[in-house]
Each structure stands twice: as structure tokens, then as C-alpha cells.
């Protein structure tokens, strides 16, 4: 089986620079970017207009992180400035100065930012190895609330709460990947089946399966589901290769079936999980640092998706035959 | 109580070095507000003449107490450092407004430092006098003044802090320590104090001197060649000179490449450079002038010895694919003064047209490098008008061009946490001190962790270099090094692109 995906729009004011990461959000239909040019944008999926965006920060933006209800925007720059952007009044509701030595507690600058879907907090990784977990609330914004630690020191890639925010996954530059329970503080899990850096994790709708992409040109599933007894799950399910270099970002389709994988070879694959088998390669123009699904009704999942890259263009890409 | 301190204050008068005497336990009294040196109301005159000075001054401070012990004798060793009979003979001498002093240089650099170390040595020893306790007052109330405690505070200037509002940022070094229990606190005085003894010397025997040798002559006092290296630049920011003026001169260690370049030093010799071997650069102070011979077209500044080595060995100024004969430069990593001096030179002096490239790592380190010889380091921030050259042009290596040249990104090392510190702390510079394309690749390494070193060059394989676009190679011999092609490429462009301009 393979499916063709088509490229149906280009945004209509590009970044300056290389945009580093992009969701498709729920609301309006709209897609957030963020990019080295130290801009945030908000563009219609439809016309590719730029809806709303913030005045350049002045050094790159790296992480991003969307509430569920795609209202507010949690990102954080190079340096460790993390804000949250309402995007339906345009305000910046919160501001943490992560690279700020508060003294009484040990601090680094943030790298990995995500917000924690029930609301409240976010996640933040550094060069530590440890999760951070800060108040996400506007008045205590960035206010340190407790720290899980790996027990390794090595640089935090990416940090992503699970869907039904109970977990955290945290990847490390080395490859290690972590599962923490929010509930008890506790790292519950620890996955070792890639050895070089891990760029991006993905967690499936029903926070069964996580998918690790890394610079060894390779994804791996992950079953974590936890059992009743609190054993951790049974871990590599499936290992898809294909890639000729680094993967950069990866993203589960809305009805858990298909994954999404963006790479520095330029190219864009998509992968029928149950088959554990790529079912489209799309040739993009330069290095793509981020994909996204577009998050829809499971009938009409697995049917776009958009993606931005090394040449600061946001892409919206269609499954032919789509309406 | 108040006797006891006192005999233990008789300083040796032969032993001029302030070492620290365990049964020295100062009890000062009532501290007044310390002098900086460069306040103007000096409790004594500025005399002309380089050896009076500090005649006059000693009887100064001696008359205000009216007392002669021991202790009050200069810590400097000079050859006419007054006994205490001589202190009425020289009562006599010039005061201060006597301009017509024999020397005529007394606005010269030397005579400026001299005045400017004496004139803190001064200042110590007022602060010093006025914390004693005085011997045959009122017991009672030197028992007052006793009980209050009191410190002597040095102000040096500080080369780390930007000044705010013109005026110098200054540092002070305390005795005794600000904090308790620090150990040995005379010692900061005592090195400084050493440090501008020995450049007090060489600038009155006019017999330059090395920081190495500064360092060798109290290697006990100083322990680390660093400490010597701080303080002398401390003390030429203090007396607001360059460090040669303090007669102390620089080792060379940057090299120079290039036939068309000549030397001619002050003792009329000449040093002509070779295309195939390094030349030590001289210290500026021995230049007399520079000859450029034949047409040079372009400067090139190498980060690594090893990359100069290698084009030496190739006698790359004389490849064939350039537009003309240059010259190579290497610092050897951060570069020293003399090197810069030459950099700065060449800059203020050579036509626009021609191009001065730096070829640095494609690290923070790299960066930093090419900041050095363009903006000036942070250690002599205070001299960078003299050797900052902005027309220096960062050329590479560039992270981002790598995959043009077909070097696969796992090639490429992964970053220190060294690196990343440096590079965050650079992209803290403001912007007139970071270009661009700096700031650009800076995050960019610290975006994919990774950087590209010069030696990665070497690693592109001939078959790369057939697919590679034209705009790149230019003029390429079947065999030639990838370095060279790299290095042609970009000084052709530069060369061309300048020549444009004008």
C-alpha cells in the first residue's frame, strides 16, 4: 500500500530563517511556527496567511508547545526565555527567565518546553538530564514546583508530557529515554535503544505507544503502556528505518494508525505503524526540523499534515484523492 | 597593648619586600575614606624630576608625624633612598613648581609611569602612616582610636568592568581581606606591589623586561605566570599606558608567511619572510617599519599553526588559482600582542582592496578568535583602540557549508559543554561586537550540537568535489588539497567582490 501526499500550499510569508518547530492546532484550523529568526507566527491552513505572530525575539526560538485546545502557545528561546502566548487575545500571558540564577535552587537555561495538557504546569529540559516542572499559572509563571531527575547528566533534547497528562517522556543527547509519572514523581521507565541523540518524541492519542526519532537515521516504537502491577511496558515494539540521515521530528497521525517522520535528507515519510513500513516519501527542499498532522476526526486522519524546514517555509501537504 | 604592635612593625630596611611577617598584627585605627591614587587632592606635590619624587614625598610624610622609626622607610629600593640625615638637605629641592626640570621628557609614556607607580606607592604609605598609631600621644586617646578597626584599600583599576560613566571602573585589593579568615592577606598588596617594584626598575634602568621574568624573580610571591600576566595588565589599565610603556615588552609567538613581506627592525636589521617557512612576528616595539615588495592581494589569519604549517609546506601564496601573492598570519590560537599589532597595522595601512580573511574553527572558540583580532579581547578592552582591526572578515568554516562540500554532518564533532557556555555567552555580545553570519552559525551549533573544525576540510573526499557547484571550486588542478580549493575559492570571491566595490 502506498499513499501520495501532495503539496498543496505554501504559507505566504515565510520566516527569515530555519523554522525549528510547527503544530497543527485544533483551533480555527490554524498552525503555529517557530523560528531561528526569533519569531512565532499563527498562519490559516487555508489561505496561508500569517493570522498573528510576535515581534522578533532577538535570538532563535527552539521549542514549542500547544495547549490541546490550541489557544495558548508555550515556546522558549536558545538563551532560556520562555513565555506563554495567548493567541486568541495576542497577550503574552507568562515569562520565565530560565537562564537567571535564582540562587536557592539550582537552575538552567531551558531547552525543551511542553505544557502539561490538563493545564497548570510545564516540562522543561536543560543541560542537567532532569525534568523541571515549573507553574504554568500567570502569576507564578516559571516558578520552579519539583525536579525529576534521570540520573544521568546528559543534555535534555525533548521533553513531552503523554496526552492524558499523567507522564512525561524526556530524550537525552546520548539516546536514553525516560518516562517520569507526574502523580508520584517517579522515573518509572527507562528505554536504551538508540545510542546517539534522540530529536523528537511522540506520544500516541492513547498514551500506549511513544515514538523515539533520532540521529542514528532510525524511529522506534515504544509500547509504555503500564501495567496494573506498575511494571513498565514491554518497550521496543517496532524500529522503522529508511531515513539516509538524522530524523529530526516525528508526530502519530489522530487516529493512532499512521506516523510522520521529517528528516535532514530532505525528505518527509510517512509510516503504516501496523505494517511497520513507510507508505510515502515526499521530497522536500531542505532539511525538515518539524512535521505536524492536522489533528481532525479520525475519518479524515492521516489526510494532511504540514511541515517547516531549513528554508523558513511553512508546507502544507494533502493525501491525493482528499476532497 | 599600643607598645607591643609597634616593635613588631620595624620592617628590615634592607629586606624592601613586603613579605608577610607573622607577628605583624596591625591594629589600625579610625579608618578614613581611602584615596583613590587618581584623586586630585594629593597630600603632596607632583615633583618633576624621577628620582626627587619620592625624596619629597618621604619627608612629607615624615613631618606629619614627626617621628622617625624604621618603619617609615620606602619599600622601593632605590639607589638614593634618603637615611634619615638626609632628610633636611633635601628640604631644599624643588617642590613641585619647578617645570624647568633638566629632563624635557616629562610628559613621555616612561615618565608618566614612573610618576603613576610612585604616586601609588604614596598613596599606600599615607594610608598606612595615618592608620599607625602615633608613639608618644595620649595614651588615652590612642586607645580610642585603637579600638576602632581600620584597613588599607588599594584602587586599581578594573579591567573587567565597563565603566559607566567614562571614568574607569576601579577594583580595590584590601589588607585586610574583606571576608575573615582568608589566609595570608597581604599578599594581593605584595604582588602588586612587586609587580610595579620590578616595572619601577626597568623603567629607571631603562633595561626592558619580560612577564616571564617578572615571574622568575619571586616565584614563591607569585606562584603562577597568570597572576603576574593580571597584575601587569592591572597596572598599565592603573597608570592608563600600554604595557610597553611600562618597559615591559612582549614574547613573540604569532608567525607571518609570504616572500613579499619584509621587516626592517630598529637595529636595522631585516627580516625578510619565505613563502615556504614561518618567520617569528617581532614585538611592535623593535619595528622600525613594514615592506610589502611585490603586490600583495590579499592577508589571510589562520586560527591553527597546523593549518599554517600545511600551507607553508604547500606554498600557497604562490598558488596559482589566486588573484595575486599574499601574506599568512598565524596567532597560534588567541593571539598575542605583537601579532595583533600587525594585524592592526596592516589594517589601518593597506588599500581596501585588499582583504584580511581570518580562517577559524567553526566553534565558539573559532569565533572568539576572530572576535580578538576584530574588536579586541576582553582582558586589554581598555587598548582596543590601538589593535582592534575591524576590517578583519571572518571566511570560516562554516557549519553551514559543509554539506555543500559533501561532509556528512555525523563528521562533524559534537559540542563540549565548554562550547555551548562560550557560545551562549557570546550570543549575549550586543551587536555592533557580533555580526550576523556569527550569530547565525553560533545558534545553529548550538541548534544541531555540533561543530566544525578546520581539520574537517581534509576530510572531503575528491569524488564530493566533482559534484559540487561551481560557485565553490574554482579552478582546480586534479589533485590539489581541499583546504587550497576551499581557501581559493573564498579569497577569489573576497578579492573580487572588494575590487567591485571600489
Known sequence: MSLVYLHSLDCKEPHGDAIWDITWTAKDDAAVSISADGTIKRWDSKSGQVLRSLDAHTLGLVSLSVSPD??????????????????????????????VRTGSEASEPSWSVSLNPRGGTYASTGGSGNVTIHSAEPDT?????????????????????????????????????????????????TYTSHA????SLAWSPDSQLLLSASEDKRLILHDVRTSASGKPGSGVVASLTGHSSWVLSTDFSPDGRLAISGSADKTIKVWDLAARAAVSTIQDTAEVWSVSWQPSSAASSGAAFVSGGEDGIVRWWRVAGAG | MSQEPLQNILLDPDD???????ALDFVFIDDEPAFSWM????????????SSTLENSLEDILDLDDVDFAGSRAPMKLDDVPDTADLEDTEAEGDGSDSEEEDGDEDSPQQ?????????VLNFLTQLSDALPDIGEDDEENEKQLAKPAKIVLKIADRKKISEDGTPATRSIRFPLAMKGKGASIKPIAQFFRVADLAHQALIDDIPTTKRDLFYKDVPLFKSQRVVDGLVDDLAATVQLGRADLNIRASSKGLLCGSSFSIHLNDDAVLNATDSEGTLIPVAEDIARFDLKEDV????????????????RLRFVRHPSLPGTGVIITGKGYPDLATRQLVKTLSDNLPHSIPILALVDGDAYGLDIASVYKYGSQALRHES????????????????????LGIDRDAMLPIAPADEKKARAMLRRPADKLPQRWKKELMSMLHTRRKAETEILSTVKHEALEDVSASLVQGRSPRSHPLIQYLVSKITERVEFLSSLS
Request: charged share 20%; with cysteine; glycine share 10%.
Open chain 2, 39 to 50: 584623586d586630585d587632592e594629593r597630600p603632596f606635590e607632583r615633583s618633576q624630576g624621577m
Open chain 2, 16 to 22: 624592601w619586600e613586603m613579605s608577610y611577617h607573622p
Open chain 2, 385 to 404: 583602540s590601538k589593535l582592534a582591526a575591524e576590517r578583519v572578515h571572518c571566511i570560516g568554516v562554516w557549519a553551514s557549508e559543509l554539506p555543500c
Open chain 2, 112 to 120: 608618566q609611569a614612573v610618576d603613576g607607580i610612585e604616586n601609588m
Open chain 1, 141 to 189: 509563571f516559571g516558578q520552579q514546583q519539583s525536579v525529576l531527575q534521570s540520573g544521568r547528566g546528559k543534555f535534555g533534547m525533548r521533553c513531552s508530557h503523554s496526552p492524558d497528562g499523567s507522564r512525561v517522556a524526556l530524550s537525552v543527547e546520548t539516546g536514553q529515554v525516560y518516562i517520569f509519572d507526574l502523580q508520584s514523581s517517579a522515573l518509572t521507565a
Open chain 1, 70 to 99: 490550541g489557544r495558548y502557545a508555550l515556546y522558549n528561546g536558545i538563551e532560556g526565555l520562555t513565555r506563554l502566548w495567548d493567541m486568541e487575545s495576542g497577550e503574552i500571558v507568562g515569562e520565565h527567565e530560565s537562564y
Open chain 1, 196 to 199: 546517539m541523540s534522540v530529536r
Open chain 2, 297 to 312: 592581494k590579499w592577508i589571510l589569519i589562520v586560527e591553527k599553526e597546523a593549518v599554517f604549517q600545511t600551507l607553508c
